[in-house]
């Protein structure tokens, strides 16, 4: 079946320093690649998407590449603040009957130290 | 902004319990989902609905079953509760795709299953 993976599944960084989190699908057909973040006790948020018919997207301090023809994609936040501590996750958009889902990947937790 | 309400923050149930998690969305949105939360699992997905009275299983539906007689509400069930259904319960609806397949998520319910 479809599926995401996701590595790494914790990373501590210093603050100011750069984070890359990496996924891979497995269905070629999926076109839609967004990324949440997930602060302690609240609900996951959508942060950045992407979609298959562009490389690289970026807002800010963070951005997303995607190489389809790898079937991957990353997160990269650069300059990172403690307040970026968090849990995030990779989704792949799959389409299944009359509808796309989301199939997510198994979450990263960044910690960023002060 | 797009509101997704869960019925209860924290449940407590016994083994064999008949279980109704409800979530309510106020967007008119067409798609609804189930995942289930995890440590080191990710979010995964149980059930979803694309519109009323249909569903479509997820990646894990096995003893779990949903119903959609409103568009806005899309509810869990957990026909004989166990232990291993103990985990957070995050419902989320999709707003329209066309450019935007944005998930709004619910705040959650944590289910413990005694």
């Known amino acids: 079946g479809e599926n995401v993976e996701q590595h790494p599944s914790t990373l501590s960084v210093q603050e100011g320093d750069s984070a890359v989190i990496k996924c891979t699908y497995s269905?070629?057909?999926?076109?839609?690649f967004p990324w949440y973040k997930q602060e302690l006790g609240k609900r996951p948020q959508l942060i950045i998407d992407i979609r298959s018919n562009v490389g690289e997207k970026k807002d800010q301090r963070i951005a997303v590449t995607l190489n389809k023809t790898a079937k991957h994609f990353s997160l990269h936040i650069t300059e990172t603040q403690p307040e970026d501590s968090a849990v995030y996750f990779c989704?792949?958009?799959?389409?299944?009957?009359?509808?796309?889902?989301?199939?997510f990947g198994q979450g990263t937790t960044l910690q960023v130290k002060p | 902004d797009v509101k997704v309400t869960q019925s209860s923050r924290y449940l407590v149930k016994r083994t064999g319990e008949k279980v109704f998690l409800e979530c309510v969305q106020d967007m008119d949105h067409e798609n609804m989902f189930w995942y289930r939360q995890d440590p080191g699992l990710g979010l995964r997905l149980i059930y979803f609905s694309y519109d009323v009275k249909m569903k479509e299983k997820g990646d894990i539906p096995e003893g779990y079953s949903v119903s959609r007689e409103k568009k806005e509400r899309f509810s869990l069930i957990l026909e004989s509760a166990s232990t291993n259904q103990t985990s957070m319960y995050l419902c989320a609806s999709l707003a329209p795709s066309g450019g935007n397949e944005k998930l709004f998520f619910g705040s959650g319910t944590q289910l413990s299953v005694l």
């Open positions: 989704a792949a958009s799959f389409i299944s009957g009359n509808t796309g889902k989301l199939i």
């Open positions: 269905d070629s057909a999926s076109n839609y």
